[in-house]
């Protein structure tokens, strides 16, 4: 059964940044991708980072373009999202998905079946 834990959630003020960790385990497929979502309360879950595990090439959302990061240490089998210059509005609970279909869009929440339990993130003017 497949296991995402992820960790590294916090409280920070603006221009603040934080690096959220998933510990991934348990898969029984080879996931085409990994990714980080986001959902503040009231609103849709939003992709904002998405990586293919074959090649390493990343996607990310308009609204976190230059100010994250997505990486993989396959080694320890954990993903992270580096967030630098952090805003009020990246304020959400942060979940981390693994994708065993190949779609085209990697930032589409139907695009992933696996889901972490999420680590709040918390961005203060």
């Known amino acids: 059964q497949v296991r995402l834990v992820e960790s590294g959630g916090g409280s920070v003020q603006t221009g603040g940044s934080l690096r959220l960790s998933c510990a991934a385990s348990?898969?029984?497929?080879?996931?085409?991708?990994m990714g980080w979502f986001r959902q503040a309360p009231g609103k849709e879950r939003e992709g904002v980072a998405g990586?293919?595990?074959?090649?390493?090439?990343?996607a990310y959302s308009d609204s976190v373009k230059g100010r994250f990061t997505i990486s993989q240490d396959n080694a320890k089998n954990t993903l992270y999202l580096q967030m630098n210059s952090l805003k009020p509005e990246d304020t959400a609970a942060y979940y981390c998905?693994?994708?065993?279909?190949?779609?085209?869009?990697?930032?589409?929440?139907?695009?992933?079946?696996?889901w972490g339990q999420g680590t709040q993130v918390t961005v203060s003017s």
């Open positions: 990586l293919y595990i074959a090649d390493g090439s990343t």
């Open positions: 348990g898969f029984t497929y080879r996931p085409y991708y």
């Open positions: 998905a693994a994708g065993r279909t190949l779609y085209s869009d990697v930032l589409a929440s139907y695009a992933y079946n696996s």
